[in-house]
């Protein structure tokens, strides 16, 4: 397997700005969206450097009318210390990603099952992903789902990225995005409908994706205090490395 890191993911924003201690990533066609609309930086940050990026993201968000700050530190490095005190005593939200991979031969077999059928999105259901995308994304708000409903659009012609749907006895359950590259193929946004969990349906997802590019490694990111990610282990994923993200949100 190649050695995988978080560069290997995809980031869906642009490049904003640049210097020798961060990048800014910009998505204006969906300003709402934290994950592509923030900071990462290259090397920790002493307290004074984290103030200096945290002022001019906050200008730059207000500006635009966003209501969030977002940062992420370098692989495998754990804020400590003065700046560990700081982003606490600023109610900073913290959290961290872990990076996990697989070769498609590795994923454990599954029973196949009849009530289960699994469809590459085209122009016939896309509707149906769009319903239900939109439902599931109501709790981030209702101005989230419904940029997130162009985002689906934009990304339905975006050759690089299959958009998958599963349904349960013929009823829309779940999805995911597949993000497709040279050597690689990322699982993203995996989503179940709470009407049909513990059914099987994430794992005969996942399944879909591991038999669709069995010369690929699969990749994918869990967010690090997610039950999730204790599912993944048993399926034989290979953790590569963590990050450390942090975020708040201005009150109106």
Same mark, same amino acid.
């Given at each position: 397997?190649?050695?995988?890191?978080?560069?290997?993911? *995809?980031?869906?924003?642009?490049?904003?700005?640049?210097?020798?201690?961060?990048?800014? +990533?910009? *998505?204006?066609?969906?300003?709402?969206?934290? %994950?592509?609309?923030?900071?990462?930086?290259?090397?920790?940050?002493? =307290?004074?450097?984290?103030?200096?990026?945290?002022?001019?993201?906050?200008?730059?968000? &207000?500006?635009?009318?966003?209501?969030?700050?977002?940062?992420?530190?370098?692989?495998?490095?754990?804020?400590?210390?003065?700046?560990?005190?700081?982003?606490?005593?600023?109610?900073?939200?913290?959290?961290?990603?872990?990076?996990? @991979?697989?070769?498609?031969?590795?994923?454990?077999?599954?029973?196949?099952?009849?009530?289960?059928?699994?469809?590459?999105?085209?122009?016939?259901?896309?509707?149906?992903?769009?319903? &239900?995308? *939109?439902?599931?994304?109501?709790? +981030?708000?209702?101005?989230?789902?419904?940029?997130?409903?162009?985002?689906?659009?934009?990304?339905?012609?975006?050759?690089?990225?299959?958009?998958?749907?599963?349904?349960?006895?013929?009823?829309?359950?779940?999805? =995911?995005?597949?993000?497709?590259? %040279?050597?690689?193929?990322?699982?993203?946004?995996?989503?179940?409908? %709470?009407?049909?969990?513990?059914?099987?349906?994430?794992?005969?997802?996942?399944?879909?994706?591991?038999?669709?590019?069995?010369?690929?490694?699969?990749?994918?990111? @869990?967010?690090?205090?997610?039950?999730?990610?204790?599912?993944?282990?048993?399926?034989?994923?290979?953790?590569?490395?963590?990050?450390?993200?942090?975020?708040?949100?201005?009150?109106?």
């Amino acid at each position: 397997m190649k050695k995988i890191t978080f560069e290997d993911i *995809y980031t869906l924003g642009n490049i904003a700005a640049e210097n020798t201690h961060y990048r800014h +990533f910009h *998505y204006p066609d969906m300003l709402t969206r934290y %994950d592509s609309n923030f900071i990462e930086f290259k090397n920790l940050p002493s =307290v004074k450097e984290f103030k200096e990026a945290e002022n001019y993201l906050s200008d730059y968000h &207000l500006s635009r009318g966003q209501k969030h700050v977002k940062f992420y530190f370098p692989a495998n490095i754990k804020p400590t210390g003065d700046l560990s005190k700081y982003l606490t005593d600023m109610d900073y939200e913290i959290g961290y990603l872990e990076l996990y @991979a697989i070769q498609p031969e590795h994923f454990p077999p599954i029973k196949n099952n009849s009530d289960i059928d699994i469809q590459v999105v085209t122009e016939k259901n896309l509707e149906i992903l769009i319903y &239900l995308r *939109y439902k599931n994304d109501l709790e +981030f708000g209702a101005e989230f789902a419904e940029q997130k409903v162009d985002l689906i659009k934009r990304q339905f012609e975006d050759q690089d990225i299959q958009q998958v749907l599963a349904f349960y006895r013929g009823s829309p359950a779940g999805c =995911v995005d597949v993000i497709i590259s %040279d050597e690689t193929v990322e699982i993203d946004d995996l989503t179940v409908d %709470d009407s049909f969990r513990n059914k099987g349906i994430g794992s005969r997802l996942q399944k879909f994706v591991m038999e669709s590019f069995p010369k690929k490694v699969v990749i994918l990111v @869990a967010d690090g205090e997610d039950t999730a990610r204790k599912m993944y282990k048993k399926q034989n994923y290979q953790y590569h490395g963590y990050k450390y993200e942090i975020q708040k949100v201005y009150q109106d």
